[in-house]
């Protein structure tokens, strides 16, 4: 491949990722989390203080809500009960968004432009990290895989933090790779790499689950050929000072905070010697007491609680087979198979030495992330997935790469290039509905609610087309049961409520209508309450529905019934 073909083929891939991104945002209504997450970058950048950044560091959402501040005449309802309270932002945003301002449209198109240039960043990282891992060609697979892909997409237009966490993790984990490939005066290449993964922590809470995935690559002699007792004290020397940079940026990122530490789990009833130490430090002045918090946040909310839906069944305490099922049916077909053909490219007989420590060391923190994932209750999203994909990406660069340059190998040659093809039809097919994306082996995006709801396929994305469809068909009002934090009232959709999530959450236990024989009319259920999360026991609300075929659809997450 010439030097100057990537950047030709980079050009039209990177303008066709633009017009699949930019063309699909405009038409998604806000979904469930984007409110509070723009809530929380715009008020830490118009007030300096990160209190509401509890659950997600303020980075990601600062950079979402920067095109905001060309809006001044945004009001921000400080003066609400919500704006001192520990968990307030899910009404801080509600306020914000629907009561205080009227220009939602605006706010959220600006608010998800900085995540789509975020995801082209991730792809450019890429680039860079497989070029210098296996080459220039495999840094185009890489850019183009990473831009293709449908889960990739689906995130990378929203504003977020699940694909500026990945994106962020990528960086430092190229950043550590090239501090631990230096072999004298590292110290710029050191702290280039502690700021990368001060980026990445300040991005998204989960990637703290990188520091022993980190330290355990550092152990290993996957970056080079080297004396393992010298290399280990090296790797985890750098690692250290790495992290030891990293904290300042981090602290920097919550705008150097200072104040009195608050955790709560010793009184929400924890016991044991974590929640007794962190209740004998309640109230100790420290640097940003909120990211402290929602460290402990995150450590309680992964152990259950939440309801999560697996194939027709409900839990609040997590499904052990949820991500390998939501791996299998959400990730693409085309990828599947070009990970298959990668591993057998850089893992097979004829691979090099140098090329399967480098996979090794792609591979492992992939899996690792993925079986701590397996561990957790907190069973809501592929989306928690995203920090894996780059890794798998790469590794599947590297392997393409290697069968570019074998020649020989003219089968695997040609599977590789249908599996690029693939992904690009994929991502082509599904467009404008990329979060509903859903393989074959789910039986595609039409039957994707059966296997897995909530930011699967159903996260509030399609009100706008239910207000479309609505005037299409000539429909002045319909039952709707929402699964979302938007206002359908906004839009002006006229609607008789059922029971939703958040909006009318109290109906579930006041059914406004006679589930074993709904009146005639027009119904639109979001997927996800189909299956009735809130309960958890008896399922009485909408099993008429749920017997039958919807008799048309909006988007892949909104089922219409025409009950006569």
Known sequence: MKRSAPLLLAVPLTLLFFFLALDSLRDDSPTMDEQN???????????????????????????????????????????????????????????????????????????????????????????????????????????????????ILAHGRYSTTDLGG?????????????????????????????????LAFGSKLSILLFVPIFTLLALLSLCAKERWTTGVVRRLGRLLMAGLVSLPVLWLIFGLQWGPL?????????????????????????????????VEQILLLSGGARPSFLLGETSTEGFLAYFPVAFLVKTPLAALLLLGVALVALFGRRAMSQDRRRALFLLLPAL???????????????RHLLPILPFLYLL?????????????????????????????????????????????????????YRVLVDSNVDWGQDLLRLRAWMAEQGVETINLSWFGSADPAYYGIDYAPLPGLPRHFDLWWDVPFDPAQPPPGVYAISASNLWELPLQEEKYVFPWFRAREPDDRVGYSILIYEVE
């Open 396 to 448: 599947i660069a590297g392997g393409l790469a290697r069968l570019w340059a074998a020649r020989q190998r003219r089968v695997l040659r040609a599977v590789a290039a249908l599996g690029i093809v693939g992904l690009l039809l994929a991502a082509l097919a599904i467009h404008p509905h990329y979060l509903s994306f859903f393989n074959l082996l789910a039986g595609g995006p039409a039957n994707g």
């Open 368 to 382: 690792l992330y993925f079986a701590a994932s397996m561990l957790s209750a907190l069973n809501i999203g592929y």
């Open 37 to 151: 997450h723009v809530a929380r970058g715009l008020a830490f950048l118009r007030t300096g203080d990160p209190r509401l950044s509890l659950e997600h560091p303020p980075l990601v959402n600062s950079l979402s809500a920067l095109p905001l501040l060309t809006m001044p005449e945004i009001r921000l309802p400080l003066n609400d009960a919500s704006w001192n309270q520990r968990e307030g932002w899910y009404r801080f945003a509600e306020l914000l968004f629907w009561e205080a301002n009227n220009d939602v449209t605006r706010m959220i198109f600006l608010a998800r432009l900085p995540v789509v240039f975020l995801t082209l960043g991730l792809a450019l990282v890429g680039f860079r990290f497989a070029t210098e891992l296996w080459g220039r060609p495999a840094g185009l697979f890489a850019f183009s895989l990473l831009l293709l892909d449908p889960n």
């Open 166 to 198: 990945a994106a962020f993790l990528l960086l430092a984990t190229w950043l550590l790779w090239r501090a631990w490939q230096c072999e004298e005066r590292c110290f710029g290449r050191v702290a280039i790499a502690g700021v990368g993964l001060g």
């Open 262 to 294: 608050d955790f709560i789990s010793y009184d929400a009833g924890r016991r044991g010697l974590l929640p007794q130490l962190l209740a004998s430090l309640d109230g100790t002045a420290a640097p940003m007491p909120t990211f402290w918090a929602g």
